[in-house]
Nanobody, 121 residues
Framework: QVQLVESGGGLVQAGGSLRLSCKAS????????MNWYRQAPGSQREWIAG???????NYETSVRGRFTISRDNSKNTVDLQMNSLKPEDTAVYYC???????????????WGQGTQVTVSS
């Protein structure tokens, strides 16, 4: 079994910054792609950023230039640095990872439990 645990959420004023972290633990052979998603009240969960095992990154248009995703393969962590935060960034943020268990050829998808980010105007 694999667990993803996020941390770093909280309340911040518009224009401020927060850094989210997510650590994977458990039966891990290797980790493929790692992503961050978010879900605002009354909205569907949306993808916002992803990073490949080699460090290639992609961003959803509304966060590009403000958010930076990074990973540390030695620690099985993925971070999301969020700058110039806006009230519309208020949401529960979830990390996501594709994990290959030891001795297996298949990848399984895991989600974290989510961390609340609230941006006040």
């Amino acid at each position: 079994q694999v667990q993803l645990v996020e941390s770093g959420g909280g309340l911040v004023q518009a224009g401020g910054s927060l850094r989210l972290s997510c650590k994977a633990s458990g039966e891990i052979g290797s980790i493929g792609g790692m992503n961050w998603y978010r879900q605002a009240p009354g909205s569907q969960r949306e993808w916002i950023a992803g990073v490949s095992p080699g460090g290639d990154t992609n961003y959803e248009t509304s966060v590009r230039g403000r958010f930076t995703i990074s990973r540390d393969n030695s620690k099985n962590t993925v971070d999301l640095q969020m700058n110039s935060l806006k009230p519309e960034d208020t949401a529960v943020y979830y990390c996501w990872a594709k994990v290959r268990p030891p001795g297996s050829d298949s990848l399984k998808i895991y989600w974290g439990q989510g961390t609340q980010v609230t941006v006040s105007s």
